[in-house]
């Protein structure tokens, strides 16, 4: 018995010591903020799709202004996805940041403001107008602290305006004399200039009442240049159904063009009115 506990302790021993000679010999944590890149860097905007020394680099070459995006989670009829305004962003916020140049894009705020008792929608979720409020803050704060000096707020749902404006307003206030531009941009919020344009410069004169759905044909040819799944348009060929407001959405490449070009129009609109708010900061 005691042979037998002199070789358990020996062991024990033997493996404690080959766990410290080995943990001694691990290099120990990198610093990342002067580790070198060690691969070239992702041609991306979106903060989250890039690497932590990705968006280090690319800070220090001078993109150091950011885009805040809300959309929301709401009924959108029967072929849109509840994300309908988050897909509508997904392509919006790429164009607007490569158009704009040297600026990047954080995550997506998916839910909109409301009142959480009354989501009683399937699929429709609410933060409250002080959730909403608060994350906007914490976002635009994060990115501050990290080295944005120019920080734009773009919502794609009316109900997210006036929490934006508020934070926007109140930050811009706060931190006043510090070389920080921070803005609300309602000039993309767009929706009635956007009728226009599809039909006066596309041709296409939609009636978004004539089905009575929360469906138009604008929102799903700007959807579709995401991916076409989120409007259902596989299953809608199938079922006979590929068409909103007598506005058929087939051929395919048609109404991805029509897509991109309210796309360049949304666009452009957005970033001429944030250079505009850039010019008339006190910085």
Known sequence: ?????????????????????VGAQESPAKDMM??????????????????????????EEGKTTALILTGGIEENGPYLTTGKHN?????????????????????????EPGNPERAGTPGGIRLSQETFQAVLRDMATSLRTQGFRSIFLIGDSGGNQ????????????????????????????????????????????????????????????IIMNDDPQHVRLEQRIAADKASINNIDLLP??????????LIEFRTDVTVAAILAAIAASDR
């Open 162 to 221: 006036r929490g934006m404006a508020t934070v926007a307003e109140e930050l811009s206030e706060a931190w006043a004399g510090q070389g920080i531009v921070i803005a609300h941009i309602p000039e993309y919020y767009n929706y009635d200039d956007v009728v226009e344009y599809q039909k006066n410069v596309l041709g296409i004169d939609e009636d978004p009442r004539l089905e009575g759905l929360h469906d138009d044909y604008y929102i799903t040819s």
């Open 34 to 59: 002067t580790f070198p890149r060690p691969i070239e860097a992702l041609d991306n905007v979106w903060i989250e799709e890039l690497t932590m020394l990705e968006v280090r680099d690319a800070l």
């Open 252 to 261: 395919v490449d048609k109404t991805l063009e029509h897509g991109r070009k």
């Open 1 to 21: 018995m005691k042979t037998f506990f002199r070789a358990s302790v020996l062991v024990m021993l033997s493996y404690v010591l080959v766990i410290t000679q």
């Open 87 to 111: 897909h509508v962003l997904a392509v919006m916020g790429d164009a607007i940041a490569r158009k704009l140049g040297n600026t990047l894009v954080a995550p997506i705020v998916t839910i």
